[in-house]
């Protein structure tokens, strides 16, 4: 089993920064794909962002592309979001997910959920 805490959510205004926080405990050994989704009211869980262990090789959704960071540390076993330049449709619970493989095409495991509100 692997567990996954996420950290950094918070308020802030457009055009404000924050940077979030996954880190991996257990199995971890077993992973090699992590990243993050989004789920804002009344709409399904969206993809955002994720990142191989081995390479670092990165991915984005289209609308944070130039906006958002994604990062590792293996020593840490922990991912971040770099997330500047925020837009109040950014507001959304952010989860972290963890993979043996592709975190887009399944997800062995999930964080709780931190909450991200960007007001205008």
Known sequence: QVQLVESGGGL??????????????????????????????????????????????????????????????????????QMNSLKPEDTAVYYCAADRFNIRTNTDYWGQGTQVTVSS
């Open 12 to 81: 802030v205004q457009a055009g404000g920064s924050l940077r979030l926080s996954c880190a991996a405990s257990g199995r971890t050994f077993s992973l090699s794909h992590m990243g993050w989704f989004r789920q804002a009211p009344g709409k399904e869980r969206d993809f955002v962002a994720s990142i191989y262990w081995s390479g670092g090789t990165t991915s984005y959704k289209d609308s944070v592309k130039g906006r958002f960071t994604i990062s590792r540390d293996n020593a840490k076993n922990t991912i971040y979001l």
